[in-house]
């Protein structure tokens, strides 16, 4: 749930710099059924009924249905942010690849939300000594925000990329080619 507190942090620094909502429906983002793909396999993935049953199959699913997002998102490095969601899904992979398919959480930061070892499969794992500790799930958001959560490093620079993403898109201006009319096309008067 961090990416959606970007989301809307994106959109109010957007609407506060004078960007327009609309000029998101002008962003073309390449292999996008790639990342819709991507998501939603992890969406059945993560349901109870799935996560109860999927046993060995859970880290290979998970790391293969990233690694589709991340292709896409790789599809799009020259928009403005994805640079830094590449990057941010890069420490994030490099954690759960190193971590046999699991993101490891610290036990202090699931304990702040009230959360323990998951009974069945989930993306998240407690760890002992985690590889590539620093880039695991070491913080939490205050339990008060709601679907607070615990998150990465890579979690933040994702986040920071999605808010740049948003905020720059509408910034744009509105496609010219669509407000243009042509000097021979107007009346004469």
Do not use: C, H
């Not at 961090?2 to 109010?12: A, K, V």
């Not at 327009?20 to 819709?36: D, M, Q, T, Y």
């Not at 913080?139 to 925000?145: G, R, T, Y």
């Not at 933040?156 to 905020?167: E, K, M, N, Q, T």
């Amino acid at each position: 749930m961090f990416i959606l507190y970007s989301l809307i942090l994106g959109l109010i620094i957007g609407l506060i710099l004078g960007g327009r909502p609309l000029a998101l429906g002008e962003l073309r983002i390449r292999w996008a059924p790639l990342i819709v793909v991507g998501f939603a396999t992890q969406i059945v993935l993560f349901s109870d009924a799935v996560a109860a049953r999927v046993g060995d199959l859970g880290p290979a699913l998970y790391v293969g249905s990233t690694l589709m997002v991340g292709i896409a998102v790789l599809r799009n490095i020259s928009i403005p942010g994805i640079p830094l969601v590449l990057l941010g899904a890069a420490s994030n992979m490099v954690a759960i690849l190193a971590n046999g398919g699991f993101m490891p959480t610290a036990p202090g930061a699931a304990t702040a939300l009230g959360k323990s070892a998951p009974v069945i499969y989930s993306n998240s794992a407690f760890v002992a000594r985690p590889a590539f500790e620093p880039l695991t799930d070491l913080f939490a958001l205050p339990s008060w925000v709601p679907f607070a959560n615990v998150f990465s490093i890579g979690d933040v620079l994702i986040g920071i990329g999605v808010v740049v993403l948003i905020a720059t898109t509408m910034r744009r201006s509105p496609r010219r080619s669509a407000r243009v009319v042509r000097a021979d096309r107007q009346p004469a008067g």
